[in-house]
T-cell receptor, first 114, second 112 residues
Framework: DTGVSQDPRHKITKRGQNVTFRCDPI?????LYWYRQTLGQGPEFLTY????????KSRLLSDRFSAERPKGSFSTLEIQRTEQGDSAMYLC????????????FGPGTRLLVL | SQELEQSPQSLIVQEGKNLTINCTSS?????LYWYKQKYGEGLIFLMM?????EEKSHEKITAKLDEKKQQSSLHITASQPSHAGIYLC????????????FGDGTTLTVKP
């Protein structure tokens, strides 16, 4: 399977714990995006990378959130001191940079903070 | 998203009927994308539209972009239960692409 993969698919954690999600993009894609989606809403942009450089971060991304893409391949999204409001689906997408690029999404990681 | 409005919010149709979903932008569009999502899963890319008047089809799904109205429509002909899901439109508001802004989706139910 050469699509975008995400791990884990589901995560249940207690409030105050740290969690880390991983995204593996399509191999030749140089852009990688993180979005968050809550029930009944469309995905909301969090951040994106071009190769290993983080080019933009949303103001939704508080200081408890950090994302990395150290070698320009896979990416991790870490949430520290989780809160119940962090419960959501975290989606990763990748694309090949062009004038107009199609983003291909992974299956998502569903986070539940108790 | 307040920038991208989808209508209707939900739709129930009988199998075999045609249907249309609309996506209206409050800002100038540089690219418009349609995705389908099954509950609890990721988004599946359907089509991308860039130019006003552009129309694309895939199997029984057709999407059009009206540049004047900054609006796109997604039309499904002879709906089937396999068409059920959440349809999301996404927009590029930047000439240099990058992040996309999404509507809140239209939930389609197809009754056999």
């Amino acid at each position: 399977d050469t699509g975008v993969s995400q791990d884990p698919r589901h995560k249940i954690t207690k409030r105050g714990q740290n969690v880390t999600f991983r995204c593996d993009p399509i191999s030749e894609h140089n852009r990688l995006y993180w979005y968050r989606q809550t029930l009944g809403q469309g995905p909301e942009f969090l951040t994106y990378f071009q190769n290993e450089a983080q080019l933009e971060k949303s103001r939704l991304l508080s200081d408890r959130f950090s994302a990395e893409r150290p070698k320009g391949s896979f990416s991790t999204l870490e949430i520290q001191r989780t809160e119940q409001g962090d419960s959501a689906m975290y989606l990763c997408a990748s694309s090949l940079v062009a004038i107009r690029e199609t983003q291909y999404f992974g299956p998502g990681t569903r986070l539940l903070v108790l | 998203s307040q920038e991208l409005e989808q209508s209707p919010q939900s739709l129930i149709v009988q199998e075999g009927k045609n249907l249309t979903i609309n996506c209206t932008s409050s800002k100038t569009l540089y690219g418009l994308y349609w995705y389908k999502q099954k509950y609890g899963e990721g988004l599946i890319f359907l089509m991308m539209l860039q130019k006003g008047g552009e129309e694309k089809s895939h199997e029984k799904i057709t999407a059009k972009l009206d540049e004047k109205k900054q609006q796109s429509s997604l039309h499904i002909t002879a709906s089937q239960p396999s068409h059920a899901g959440i349809y999301l439109c996404g927009a590029d508001y930047d000439t240099n692409a990058g992040k996309s802004t999404f509507g809140d989706g239209t939930t389609l139910t197809v009754k056999p």
